[in-house]
């Protein structure tokens, strides 16, 4: 009786919760920076699970395809994140990143050269190595996760896309908003961790074995560092599109930044 009697407790403040925003929201956000505060701080406990075993309150919920957002809400004066210039974009500074530590990472082959060994040993063994990374996409997710406030509850989903390289991947998700400059580096925080410092180190031969092995491991970084594009996109039309002082939100899988002022 007592489970059931704290589930129906918790389910009631919900409602009371959700019907405060419903308030906030109706009277529009961008003019008041008192329920502009507000309104986040009841995001923040809107989106407790109440689950205090959960680590950093992560869910799994699924497959993305069966992903809803029946109570995901947005500020009325919030801006989808969009940049339309054809070359000062995310995209095109995305693109001479990722140029750039391919580039490295072929000077570094190419001055390490493979003995007595076949390119079938080295194709084998860098699809080996791509099998091992997908549970390092699920590190980077969690990584992303832990930027978000303690209460704040996340959605950890998978999704399968034949289209793409690993066939399987993870996505995290919250609604709840972010600093401009916290967001920044919940983006690059997963990348520069698992990705970014790993190649510094095999770059200086700190990570290095043998001509073959570092080949290996220098293929496997560059490629979980390039899985990492829509990261350095985002950030840097974030940096391009939105204010210092701005909130960052994620809305139905799309990127919003709401005036805190």
Known sequence: FDKYYKQR???DKQKEINLKLDQIIEKNTSNDSMTEEKFTELLEERNNDYNLDSMWHISFMGNKKNQEFKNDVLPKNSKKITNNSFWINGEFFSFILIATII???????????IKNHSIIELILCIIIGIIFLIPIFLVHEILHAIWFPKKAKKELWYEINRNSLFLFSFQIYSNCPLKRNRFLLMLLFPNIILAL?????????IVF????ISRIIGSLLTILFTCGASDYSLFFDTILCTKKEDNIIIFKNEFYSSNAT
């Open 209 to 212: 074995f043998s001509p073959f």
């Open 9 to 11: 407790q918790s389910m």
């Open 103 to 113: 580039s490295f990472t072929f000077y570094n082959f190419f001055t390490h050269p």
């Open 197 to 205: 410092i790993p190649l510094f180190l095999w770059y200086c031969g």
